[in-house]
Protein backbone atom coordinates (compact mmCIF):
# COMPACT_ATOMS: atom_id res chain seq x y z
CA UNK A 1 0.00 0.00 0.00
CA UNK A 2 1.48 3.49 -0.93
CA UNK A 3 1.81 5.70 2.03
CA UNK A 4 3.54 9.50 1.60
CA UNK A 5 4.04 11.38 4.55
CA UNK A 6 4.90 14.99 4.62
CA UNK A 7 7.14 16.83 7.05
CA UNK A 8 8.58 20.01 7.37
CA UNK A 9 5.30 22.45 6.91
CA UNK A 10 4.96 25.68 9.67
CA UNK A 11 4.42 29.18 10.29
CA UNK A 12 7.45 31.17 8.76
CA UNK A 13 8.12 34.97 8.29
CA UNK A 14 8.29 36.36 4.88
CA UNK A 15 11.73 35.79 3.33
CA UNK A 16 12.18 32.81 5.60
CA UNK A 17 12.79 29.10 4.53
CA UNK A 18 11.56 25.83 5.25
CA UNK A 19 12.24 22.43 3.83
CA UNK A 20 9.63 19.88 3.05
CA UNK A 21 10.22 16.14 3.12
CA UNK A 22 7.80 13.44 1.75
CA UNK A 23 8.90 9.61 3.10
CA UNK A 24 7.73 7.31 0.69
CA UNK A 25 6.58 3.34 1.54
CA UNK A 26 4.57 0.50 -0.32
CA UNK A 27 6.20 0.73 -3.65
CA UNK A 28 9.45 0.95 -5.65
CA UNK A 29 10.45 4.61 -4.75
CA UNK A 30 13.54 4.56 -7.64
CA UNK A 31 10.74 3.55 -10.55
CA UNK A 32 8.47 7.09 -10.08
CA UNK A 33 8.34 10.67 -10.94
CA UNK A 34 7.55 12.45 -7.87
CA UNK A 35 5.77 16.07 -7.60
CA UNK A 36 4.82 18.60 -5.15
CA UNK A 37 1.06 20.23 -5.54
CA UNK A 38 -0.32 23.30 -3.22
CA UNK A 39 -3.41 24.34 -2.30
CA UNK A 40 -4.39 27.53 -0.83
CA UNK A 41 -7.77 28.94 0.37
CA UNK A 42 -10.28 29.31 -2.15
CA UNK A 43 -8.13 28.78 -4.83
CA UNK A 44 -7.21 25.48 -7.15
CA UNK A 45 -4.58 22.95 -6.37
CA UNK A 46 -1.34 24.10 -8.17
CA UNK A 47 1.61 22.25 -9.43
CA UNK A 48 4.90 23.68 -7.22
CA UNK A 49 7.56 21.18 -8.46
CA UNK A 50 8.09 17.74 -10.19
CA UNK A 51 11.19 15.24 -10.63
CA UNK A 52 11.43 12.33 -13.00
CA UNK A 53 11.94 8.83 -11.41
CA UNK A 54 16.18 9.00 -11.52
CA UNK A 55 16.01 12.93 -10.34
CA UNK A 56 17.82 13.72 -13.69
CA UNK A 57 15.33 16.25 -14.73
CA UNK A 58 12.33 18.53 -12.82
CA UNK A 59 10.32 21.36 -13.42
CA UNK A 60 9.14 23.92 -11.22
CA UNK A 61 6.04 26.75 -11.37
CA UNK A 62 7.14 30.09 -12.81
CA UNK A 63 5.72 31.43 -9.15
CA UNK A 64 8.26 29.64 -7.66
CA UNK A 65 11.05 29.54 -9.85
CA UNK A 66 14.56 30.58 -8.43
CA UNK A 67 13.27 30.02 -4.50
CA UNK A 68 11.79 26.54 -4.98
CA UNK A 69 14.01 23.34 -5.46
CA UNK A 70 12.69 19.74 -5.81
CA UNK A 71 15.65 16.59 -4.79
CA UNK A 72 14.95 13.11 -4.12
CA UNK A 73 17.43 10.35 -2.40
CA UNK A 74 16.18 7.07 -4.04
CA UNK A 75 18.44 5.70 -1.44
CA UNK A 76 15.82 6.86 1.31
CA UNK A 77 12.93 6.96 -0.50
CA UNK A 78 12.27 10.33 0.24
CA UNK A 79 11.57 13.64 -2.08
CA UNK A 80 12.62 16.93 -0.72
CA UNK A 81 10.98 20.65 -1.48
CA UNK A 82 13.69 23.47 -0.41
CA UNK A 83 11.40 26.45 0.16
CA UNK A 84 13.69 30.16 0.17
CA UNK A 85 12.70 33.67 0.49
CA UNK A 86 9.60 32.48 1.50
CA UNK A 87 6.14 34.94 0.35
CA UNK A 88 2.74 35.32 2.18
CA UNK A 89 1.45 33.85 -1.21
CA UNK A 90 3.34 31.21 -0.78
CA UNK A 91 0.70 29.93 1.76
CA UNK A 92 -1.07 26.73 1.43
CA UNK A 93 -1.40 23.09 2.20
CA UNK A 94 1.53 21.50 0.24
CA UNK A 95 1.01 17.61 -1.07
CA UNK A 96 2.99 14.61 -2.13
CA UNK A 97 2.43 12.81 -5.31
CA UNK A 98 3.19 9.49 -6.89
CA UNK A 99 3.24 9.58 -9.99
CA UNK A 100 2.56 6.82 -12.53
CA UNK A 101 5.51 6.70 -14.48
CA UNK A 102 8.95 7.85 -14.69
CA UNK A 103 8.52 11.35 -16.54
CA UNK A 104 6.40 13.96 -15.84
CA UNK A 105 3.18 13.87 -17.65
CA UNK A 106 2.68 10.33 -16.10
CA UNK A 107 0.05 11.70 -14.19
CA UNK A 108 -0.98 11.77 -10.60
CA UNK A 109 -1.80 8.51 -9.08
CA UNK A 110 -1.46 8.79 -4.84
CA UNK A 111 -1.21 11.85 -2.66
CA UNK A 112 -0.57 12.31 1.03
CA UNK A 113 -2.06 13.72 3.53
CA UNK A 114 -0.40 17.31 2.64
CA UNK A 115 1.58 19.85 5.36
CA UNK A 116 0.54 23.47 5.94
CA UNK A 117 2.46 26.19 5.18
CA UNK A 118 1.61 29.83 6.76
CA UNK A 119 3.91 32.63 5.48
CA UNK A 120 3.28 35.66 7.76
CA UNK A 121 4.80 37.85 10.19
Known amino acids: QVQLVESGGGLVQPGGSLRLSCAAS????????MSWYRQAPGKERELVAA????????KTADSVKGRFTISRDNAEDTVYLQMNSLKPEDTAVYYC??????????????WGQGTQVTVSS
Open 97 to 110: IKQYGRWFNSGLDS
Open 26 to 33: GFIFSKYA
Open 51 to 58: ITSAGGAT
